[in-house]
């Protein structure tokens, strides 16, 4: 299964955590989703996308993901996501895969664009520590 990340996932200590393995880097396949425009969550430091018809967010396509896998970068979203089919560009092609599109009834966005390298360096550390505290509570993501 493929999937579209634009947000932390992008981040491959953040996909190991989540997945429970580490991913290869030739897995993250540079993309971008047109039509969209990425920005930062209200009451959070991860983004989400939101439709914008002169917008395009850089991301990268992921392939070979299990169903494990899917259950799990499912449950690290949470239900203010559901996963959509889009339109993302990938070495100058259009194609379908599967994105956590933001429910908007659910998140809302800032004012204020969303950029990784920004992140890693300003919100990763914290954020990693409570994904790490979080993770270790759930059955199928303890660690043996």
């Known amino acids: ?5 634009y947000g932390t996932l992008l981040d491959r200590d953040v996909t190991a955590l989540v997945l429970g393995r580490r991913l290869p880097p ?9 039509g969209w425009s990425r920005w930062r969550v209200q009451g959070g430091s991860y983004p989400i996308s939101v439709p914008d018809r002169k917008g395009e967010v850089a991301g990268a396509v992921v392939g070979g993901l299990s169903d494990r896998d899917v259950a799990r970068l499912s449950a690290y979203e949470g239900d203010g996501y559901r996963v959509a089919s889009l339109k993302v560009k990938q070495a100058g092609r259009l194609g379908h895969v599967s994105v956590f599109e933001p429910l908007v009834a659910k998140l809302k966005p800032t004012n204020r664009p969303w950029d990784v390298t920004l992140w ?3 919100d990763k ?3 990693v520590a409570r994904l790490v505290k979080a993770l270790n509570g759930r059955r199928g ?4």
């Open 120 to 122: 890693q360096r300003s």
């Open 26 to 34: 030739q897995a993250f396949a540079p993309a971008t989703l047109p």
């Open 125 to 127: 550390r914290v954020f």
């Open 1 to 5: 299964m493929r999937f579209f990340f």
């Open 141 to 144: 993501y303890s660690r043996p």
